[in-house]
Structures are given as structure tokens and as C-alpha cells.
């Protein structure tokens, strides 16, 4: 008779994440990245200095998108207003949003997703520290710009100082341009709707949405086209160094389990769960460590206390007494 295939014993899965974990862990995040931004405002001369010099790079090279954009947007107010609506809410709202969505419904690309994210920010918060640069908002009147934020603030709930709510301005650090977040978050939002969206409006909102990002923060003169360039370039180094990072996390958290068991389970009996199979029992057949065998499973000539000894565990109570004297029977 053919031999049949042995079922194919899968991988334990790993530990599935939780909101009160995921939450915490985000806002720790995002805190850090906020302070850390914050705290990194550099020197004001130097900041200029850098916006001053990337605006010649781009008039030299023919890319300086942000003259016509921000002259449009200032003229139209049809145009401007929506634009610093956008500009300071949806980088705060969709990024989010996309996040919970990925965790409720495509739990199985989550992580890899939160860990590119988190990546390429902190990332970006190095350029912020190495780079302090103005937004063109902020140069001399003569460089020809002007700040639509400031220009439309009676219509939002933003001041003159950036996208922050009226007075607290002072809270942000303006001359943290390059790269641009708000360009390689949408760039990250774009990505996640294209791949893992399943109607055609999700797929064009993963196309419009980044696009449209990097023409408002261009009109509303806070980034220059290589701000934007570089917020970019961040999100695709970040999708590269995302694998690693999991990989690191993964041995960081294997090290802990280890050592938290070996410090407190003999000692206080706290049982800390394991992910790999052999730990956990989940799927193997083996003797576990307590000598317990599975449902079902016997041990050859095991002896069986009801039957008496060398009886089989299989065998009934007639069976018991066979090849002793008839009297025993």
C-alpha cells in the first residue's frame, strides 16, 4: 500500500498583539519623537543658512515648484484654505486611523507596517537634529513667500506659527523642514492603501492622498520639493532597515523571556510563556517535561492499576487473568 504523507506540522504562531500593549507602545513613541523634536532646534542662523542654500540648489537645478505653488495658493483662497486644512489636520488624523485599521482588520501585515513607520521617523528626527532648516515661510520677505497659515489662521484654529493651535506655537520646533514627515507619513498611508486596500477608491486614495500631501506643504510654504524628496528617501530607507529592526526586537524580547524565567520561575514558580512549540507543548507529541503524556498516548508494557500488574492498559477485565490457574479466574 503507498505510504500517506505525514500531516505538516506548522510553526507555532506568534504572540498575537494586543491594543493595551500596541497603544502604549505608539504613544511612547510618538512622545519621543515629539520631544526629542522639539528639543532639537538647533541654532536660528544655521537653520536659515540651510533653507537659504537649498533654495539655490533647487533654482539652479529648475525644480523650485514652491514659487508658483505658494503665489496660487495665496491669490486663492479657494485653494489656500483647504490647503492648510490639510496641512494641519490630516497628518495627525489619517496616519492614525490607518494604523487602527491595519491592527482590527489586517492584523497579519501590522507590524511590519508599525515598524517601518517607527523607523523612518526616528530617522527623520536625526535630520532634524543634523539639519535644522527654515521653511521657506520663514525666510525674508525677498525670497518672495508667504505663509498661507498665517494668512487664512482666522479661518482654523491654527496661529502664525506653524500648524500648532493658537499660543502654542512656541511648543514646536519650526525649523525642522527637512525631511519632511508630513510627505513620508502620507508616502507610508499611500503604500498601505495600495497594497493592502481591496476596493479602487482605497488603491486611488493610496495615489492621491501622498501626491496631494507634497503639493500643499510646497503651497503653503512649509517644505521645499527636497524636503519632500528627502521625507521619501527616509520612508524607503526605513523599509529597508524594518526587517532588521523586527529581528533585533525579536532576539531583544527572547533574551528577556530568558532571563526573566531563569531569574523567578524556579524561584517563585511564575510560569512565563514561550512562543516556540517546544515549550508551549503546541504541536508535538513528545513527552512534555512533567512526564505527562498526551490524550490517547500509551507507553509500551505500561502498567495499568486496574488489572493489576503486567496488564495490558488495552485489555478487559476477562482478558486480565489469562494463563493464570482457573481458580484466579
Same mark, same amino acid.
Given at each position: 500500500?503507498?505510504?500517506?504523507?505525514?500531516?505538516?506540522?506548522?510553526?507555532?504562531?506568534?504572540?498575537?498583539?494586543?491594543?493595551?500593549?500596541?497603544?502604549?507602545?505608539?504613544?511612547?513613541?510618538?512622545?519621543?519623537?515629539?520631544?526629542? +523634536?522639539?528639543?532639537?532646534?538647533?541654532?536660528?542662523?544655521?537653520?536659515?543658512?540651510?533653507g537659504v542654500t537649498i533654495l539655490r540648489v533647487e533654482k539652479f537645478l529648475h525644480i523650485?515648484?514652491?514659487?508658483?505653488?505658494?503665489?496660487?495658493?495665496?491669490?486663492?483662497?479657494?485653494?489656500?484654505?483647504?490647503?492648510?486644512?490639510?496641512?494641519?489636520?490630516?497628518?495627525?488624523?489619517?496616519?492614525?486611523?490607518?494604523?487602527?485599521?491595519?491592527?482590527?482588520? +489586517?492584523?497579519?501585515?501590522?507590524?511590519?507596517?508599525?515598524?517601518?513607520?517607527?523607523?523612518?521617523?526616528?530617522?527623520?528626527?536625526?535630520?532634524?537634529?543634523?539639519?535644522?532648516?527654515?521653511?521657506? +515661510?520663514?525666510?525674508?520677505?525677498?525670497?518672495?513667500?508667504?505663509?498661507?497659515?498665517?494668512?487664512?489662521?482666522?479661518?482654523?484654529?491654527?496661529?502664525?506659527?506653524?500648524?500648532?493651535?493658537?499660543?502654542?506655537?512656541?511648543?514646536?520646533?519650526?525649523?525642522?523642514?527637512?525631511?519632511?514627515?508630513?510627505?513620508?507619513?502620507?508616502?507610508?498611508?499611500?503604500?498601505?492603501?495600495?497594497?493592502?486596500?481591496?476596493?479602487?477608491?482605497?488603491?486611488?486614495?493610496?495615489?492621491?492622498?501622498?501626491?496631494?500631501?507634497?503639493?500643499?506643504?510646497?503651497?503653503?510654504?512649509?517644505?521645499?520639493?527636497?524636503?519632500?524628496?528627502?521625507?521619501?528617501?527616509?520612508?524607503?530607507?526605513?523599509?529597508?532597515?524594518?526587517?532588521?529592526?523586527?529581528?533585533?526586537?525579536?532576539?531583544?524580547?527572547?533574551?528577556?523571556?530568558?532571563?526573566?524565567?531563569?531569574?523567578?520561575?524556579? +524561584?517563585?514558580?511564575?510560569?512565563?510563556?514561550?512562543?516556540?512549540?517546544?515549550?508551549?507543548?503546541?504541536?508535538?507529541?513528545?513527552?512534555?517535561?512533567?512526564?505527562?503524556?498526551?490524550?490517547?498516548?500509551?507507553?509500551?508494557?505500561?502498567?495499568?492499576?486496574?488489572?493489576?500488574?503486567?496488564?495490558?492498559?488495552?485489555?478487559?477485565?476477562?482478558?486480565?487473568?489469562?494463563?493464570?490457574?482457573?481458580?484466579?479466574?
Amino acid at each position: 500500500m503507498p505510504q500517506t504523507e505525514a500531516p505538516r506540522i506548522e510553526a507555532a504562531p506568534r504572540t498575537r498583539l494586543r491594543w493595551w500593549t500596541e497603544l502604549p507602545l505608539i504613544v511612547l513613541v510618538y512622545a519621543c519623537y515629539s520631544a526629542g +523634536r522639539l528639543l532639537a532646534r538647533g541654532d536660528v542662523f544655521s537653520a536659515v543658512d540651510h533653507g537659504v542654500t537649498i533654495l539655490r540648489v533647487e533654482k539652479f537645478l529648475h525644480i523650485n515648484a514652491e514659487h508658483p505653488l505658494n503665489r496660487l495658493f495665496t491669490s486663492e483662497a479657494w485653494l489656500g484654505v483647504p490647503a492648510d486644512f490639510w496641512y494641519a489636520s490630516l497628518h495627525y488624523l489619517v496616519t492614525p486611523g490607518l494604523l487602527v485599521w491595519l491592527f482590527r482588520y +489586517r492584523a497579519v501585515h501590522y507590524r511590519a507596517a508599525r515598524t517601518w513607520l517607527m523607523t523612518s521617523t526616528f530617522m527623520g528626527l536625526i535630520g532634524f537634529t543634523l539639519l535644522p532648516t527654515c521653511p521657506p +515661510r520663514l525666510l525674508s520677505a525677498g525670497h518672495g513667500f508667504v505663509d498661507t497659515m498665517a494668512q487664512y489662521s482666522s479661518y482654523g484654529w491654527w496661529g502664525g506659527e506653524a500648524s500648532a493651535p493658537r499660543g502654542l506655537g512656541g511648543m514646536t520646533n519650526q525649523y525642522a523642514a527637512m525631511p519632511s514627515l508630513h510627505v513620508g507619513w502620507a508616502l507610508w498611508c499611500g503604500v498601505v492603501l495600495w497594497r493592502y486596500g481591496r476596493t479602487p477608491a482605497a488603491k486611488a486614495a493610496g495615489v492621491v492622498y501622498p501626491l496631494f500631501t507634497t503639493i500643499v506643504v510646497m503651497g503653503t510654504a512649509n517644505h521645499y520639493f527636497l524636503d519632500a524628496v528627502a521625507g521619501a528617501a527616509v520612508m524607503g530607507v526605513g523599509l529597508l532597515l524594518a526587517p532588521l529592526v523586527m529581528r533585533c526586537a525579536d532576539r531583544v524580547r527572547a533574551w528577556f523571556e530568558a532571563w526573566f524565567r531563569e531569574r523567578f520561575q524556579g +524561584r517563585f514558580g511564575v510560569r512565563v510563556p514561550s512562543g516556540s512549540a517546544a515549550s508551549s507543548g503546541a504541536g508535538s507529541s513528545i513527552v512534555s517535561a512533567g512526564c505527562q503524556t498526551s490524550t490517547g498516548e500509551r507507553i509500551p508494557r505500561q502498567r495499568d492499576a486496574r488489572f493489576g500488574p503486567g496488564a495490558e492498559p488495552g485489555a478487559s477485565p476477562t482478558d486480565a487473568g489469562e494463563g493464570t490457574p482457573a481458580a484466579a479466574r
